[in-house]
């Protein structure tokens, strides 16, 4: 059982350019989420979805964008990298909105922008 | 803005000892409260989730909610090496969409 797969592991940008953080899960959750951390800052939510077709900003989307086209993918897009967007990007979901169902996390993907 | 707070640390314990983990938040309408643990350069792990108020054991573990009080603990008894790590308290909001996290406590267990 994979769970939640986040690729690259790493991933070194220059300044301007773009790229996809890729996200799949495999557990036929409802919810994903995309959150970064910053050193010493815990996580922060970027963006989520509660289902396929439907995304919500969150926390700190500036720079950012996803969609969700299928219930096992929600990939996180960077427009125009910048130095700021330097952390680590973890993916994560969870079954529904109830009591007991809690965020499974992805391995996380290190970016960093120079 | 809904907020979770935490001592950021570190807390060090001697081997053996018990480890007390605090956490307060600001929306009183959370209803579901999730202690992960964060291995440097991993990801969080789920320790254990809470929704009643009172406490709730799982092995060396034990959470504790208080809602009036807007606060969740964690114990960890007769702490190991292994334990050390950074601890991370996560809200549920009220209505189950987002969890919002605190910064983290980081324990050290001194052998």
């Known amino acids: 059982n994979a769970g939640v797969t986040q690729t690259p592991k790493f991933r070194i940008l220059k300044i301007g350019q773009s790229m996809t953080l890729q996200c799949a899960q495999d557990?036929?959750?409802?919810?994903m989420y995309w959150y970064r951390q910053d050193p010493g800052m815990g996580l922060k939510l970027i963006y989520y979805?509660?289902?396929?077709?439907?995304?919500d900003k969150g926390e700190v989307p500036n720079g950012y964008n996803v969609s969700r086209s299928t219930t096992e993918d929600f990939p996180l897009r960077l427009e125009l990298a910048a130095p700021s967007q330097t952390s680590v990007y973890f993916c994560?979901?969870?079954?529904?909105?109830?009591?007991?169902?809690?965020?499974?996390f992805g391995n996380g993907t290190r970016l960093t922008v120079t | 803005q809904k907020e979770v707070e935490q001592n950021s640390g570190p807390l060090s314990v001697p081997e053996g000892a018990i480890a007390s983990l605090n956490c307060t938040y600001s929306?009183?309408?959370?209803?579901?409260f999730f202690w992960y643990r964060q291995y440097s350069g991993k990801s969080p792990e789920l320790i254990m989730f809470?929704?009643?108020?009172g406490d709730k054991e799982d092995g060396r573990f034990t959470a504790q909610l208080n809602k009036a009080s807007q606060y969740v603990s964690l114990l960890i008894r007769d702490s190991q090496p292994s334990d050390s790590a950074t601890y991370l308290c996560?809200?549920?909001?009220?209505?189950?969409?987002?969890?919002?996290f605190g910064p983290g406590t980081r324990l050290s267990v001194l052998p």
């Open positions: 994560a979901s969870s079954y529904s909105s109830s009591h007991n169902s809690p965020l499974h």
């Open positions: 557990m036929n959750h409802n919810y």
């Open positions: 979805s509660v289902g396929a077709g439907i995304t």
């Open positions: 929306d009183r309408g959370s209803q579901s």
């Open positions: 809470i929704y009643s108020n």
């Open positions: 996560a809200v549920r909001d009220n209505y189950g969409q987002n969890f919002v």
